[in-house]
C-alpha cells in the first residue's frame, strides 16, 4: 500500500539515505573547522552535533533586536543552551524582558501569546481548507486522510464547544465511512479509526443508532485482528493501533462501551506474539517482549517497541500488574538501555545511528512511553529519565522535514507539554510555546512539503492540532495516541 511504503520502507531508505548524508555533513564540517580555526567565532551547544555558527560577515547582533529594545537598551541576551533556541543553520536567542514573552508571571501562557496563536489557528484552518479541496477523495485514514481531519475538528469543539466544529467533524466522518475497504484495522491507518471517531461524532450529536451501527462495526474487526498471524502489533497499522481505537471509544463514550473481554482478547494476541519473538530470538531474559516490522525491531512509537509498550501500560488494556511487572517493566528497562548519550534513541535494535529525533523515530515517541511507566510503575527514574531526554528534543528536534505531528516540529513540541502536564515545570510549558512559536511562522523555514500537506499527522492539520492545546496545556493529549 502507498502509506505504507511511504512510512515503512521508504522511511527506512531514507534513514540510510540521511545516515550518510550526516556523515558527509560532519565530514566537511570537520574540514571547513580545520581551514577556519582562529576565523570565525563558533557558538557550540551540543556534543555530539555539528555546531551553529555567527559568522563574521553577519550583521551586528544588536541592529537585528526588535526595535523598542535596541531603542531602551537594558535587553539581556542568552545564548543557548541555557535559554535560547537553534533552528538548521542559525543561531536562535531568547532576550529575556521581551514584551511578547510566551509565559506570564504565573507560568501561564500569556494572554498576548495566546491570542497571536489563535489568530494562526484561523489562518491555518483556511488554506487548510482550501488545500484539502484537491486531497485524494479516497483516503479515509486518520493518518494522512479525512478521519484525521474530523479529529481535528472534534479537537477544536473540545475546545470551543462550538457547535460548527462537531458539524464539520460529522461531514468529514460521514465522507469517511462511505469509502472504508475492510484492509487494515487499525486506528491511524485502517478502519478502526473511521469507525471509532463516527461512533464518538454520532455519540455527541445522540445519534444513537448511527454511534451504535459504527460501534458494532469496530467490534467486528476484532475476529481480523485475532485470526490473521500475519498481522504485526504496531501502532501504525498493527493490533496496538486496534486497541488504541477500543481505549479511545471507551474514553470518550463512557468506560465500558466496549466489553472489557474484546479488550482482554486483543491484549492477549499483543503478549503472545511478542513473548514468541521473544523466544525465538532467545532474549526472554532481557526483554520478554519484542515486536518487529518488516523483519526490523523498531524501537519508536509508530513502527515500534514502545508504541506497543505504550498500549499495553494504559489503565483502560487492563493488563494485571504481575504481567506488567514481569513483562512489560523489564523490556521497556531493555529500550533504556539502548540510547544515545545524547538522550536519543535509535530507531530500530539494528541502527547505530543517533540521526532521527521525531515521534515515529526516537526520543519523541519514547518520552511518553517513560511517562507512562512513571505513572504505572511509581518510579522516579522513569520520570528522571523522560525530562532528561528531553533535552535532545530541545537541542534538535525543530526540524526541517516539516511542522507535522508524525516526523515533524508540532510532534515533538507534545513532548514538552505532556511533561508539562505531569510535572507542572514552567520550562517544559516555555519549550512547548517555543515550538509553537516556530508552527506560528509556518512555510518560512524552507522546510520539505510533505506528500500530503493538510493532513494530520504529515501535514498543516496537525500543526494546528497542537497549536490549539496551548489553551488548555493541562488537558493537553496527542491525537490518536495518548489517551
Ligand atoms: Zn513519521
Same mark, same amino acid.
Not at 57 to 61: A, E, N, Q, R, Y
Not at 256 to 259: L, Q
Given at each position: 500500500m502507498r502509506e505504507e511504503r511511504s512510512h515503512s520502507i521508504e522511511e527506512a531508505q531514507e534513514e540510510e539515505e540521511e545516515v550518510q548524508e550526516e556523515e558527509e555533513e560532519v565530514q566537511q564540517q570537520k574540514g571547513m573547522q580545520q581551514q577556519r580555526r582562529g576565523g570565525d567565532a563558533e557558538i557550540r551547544c551540543g556534543k555530539e552535533e555539528p555546531a551553529a555558527r555567527i559568522h563574521r560577515?553577519? +550583521? +551586528?547582533?544588536r541592529d537585528r533586536l526588535p526595535e523598542h529594545i535596541s531603542r531602551h537598551g537594558g535587553a539581556e541576551i542568552l545564548p543557548e543552551p541555557e535559554a535560547g533556541l537553534r533552528g538548521p543553520g542559525r543561531v536562535w536567542f531568547w532576550i529575556r524582558?521581551? #514584551?511578547?514573552? +510566551?509565559?506570564d508571571e504565573e507560568g501561564k501562557v500569556s494572554a498576548s501569546f495566546q491570542k497571536k496563536v489563535q489568530s494562526k489557528i484561523k489562518d491555518l484552518l483556511q488554506q487548510m481548507e482550501e488545500g484539502l %479541496? *484537491? #486531497?485524494?477523495?479516497?483516503?479515509?485514514? *486518520?493518518y494522512t486522510g479525512w478521519t484525521g481531519i474530523a479529529l481535528l475538528y472534534l479537537q477544536l469543539h473540545r475546545c470551543s464547544q462550538e457547535s460548527s466544529h462537531l458539524q464539520r467533524a460529522l461531514d468529514y466522518v460521514k465522507r469517511t465511512l462511505r469509502t472504508l475497504n475492510g484492509r487494515k484495522v487499525s486506528f491511524l491507518c485502517g478502519d478502526a479509526g473511521p469507525l471509532a471517531v463516527g461512533a464518538v461524532v454520532h455519540h455527541k450529536l445522540r445519534n444513537t443508532e448511527e454511534s451504535r451501527d459504527c460501534l458494532d462495526r469496530l467490534v467486528l474487526l476484532q475476529s481480523s485482528v485475532l485470526s490473521d498471524?500475519?498481522?504485526?502489533?504496531?501502532l501504525l497499522y498493527g493490533r496496538a493501533g486496534f486497541l488504541f481505537a477500543l481505549l479511545y471509544v471507551n474514553r470518550e463514550m463512557g468506560e465500558? *462501551?466496549?466489553?472489557e473481554s474484546t479488550i482482554t482478547q486483543v491484549v492477549s494476541a499483543i503478549l503472545d506474539s511478542g513473548k514468541s519473538l521473544s523466544q525465538d530470538q532467545k532474549k526472554t531474559e532481557r526483554c520478554p517482549l519484542l515486536y518487529e516490522w518488516h523483519r526490523k525491531q523498531y524501537l519508536g512509537a509508530a513502527h515500534g517497541l514502545t508504541g506497543i509498550f505504550y498500549m499495553l501500560l494504559q489503565?483502560? #488494556?487492563?493488563?494485571?500488574a504481575d504481567v506488567l511487572s514481569e513483562f512489560v517493566r523489564p523490556s521497556i528497562d531493555y529500550v533504556r538501555h539502548k540510547k544515545f548519550r545524547s538522550g536519543n534513541f535509535p530507531s530500530s535494535l539494528s541502527n547505530e545511528s543517533d540521526r532521527l529525533v521525531q515521534w515515529c523515530h526516537g526520543s519523541p515517541g519514547v518520552i511518553h512511553t517513560l511517562l507512562m511507566a512513571h505513572q504505572v510503575f511509581q518510579e522516579d527514574k522513569y520520570l528522571k529519565e523522560a525530562s532528561d531526554c528531553s533535552e535532545v528534543i530541545w537541542q534538535?528536534?525543530?526540524?526541517? %522535514?516539516?511542522?507535522?505531528?508524525c516526523h515533524g516540529t508540532a510532534g515533538n513540541g507534545f513532548v514538552f507539554l505532556s511533561l508539562y502536564r505531569r510535572t507542572k515545570e514552567r520550562k517544559h510549558l516555555f519549550r512547548a510555546c517555543k515550538f509553537a512559536e516556530w508552527c506560528l511562522d509556518?512555510? *518560512?523555514?524552507?522546510c520539505r512539503i510533505p506528500d500530503?500537506?493538510?493532513?494530520?499527522f504529515e501535514g498543516m492539520a496537525g500543526t494546528v492540532y497542537f497549536l490549539s492545546e496551548l489553551e488548555n496545556p493541562e488537558a493537553s493529549c496527542f491525537p490518536a495516541f495518548e489517551l
Open positions: 560577515s553577519d +550583521p +551586528p547582533l524582558g521581551r #514584551a511578547d514573552e +510566551p509565559l %479541496k *484537491t #486531497a485524494d477523495p479516497h483516503d479515509f485514514s *486518520t498471524s500475519d498481522l504485526s502489533d504496531e465500558h *462501551t466496549v466489553e489503565p483502560g #488494556a487492563r493488563v494485571p534538535r528536534g525543530f526540524l526541517r %522535514k516539516g511542522y507535522g505531528l509556518y512555510g *518560512t523555514h524552507g500530503r500537506p493538510y493532513s494530520l
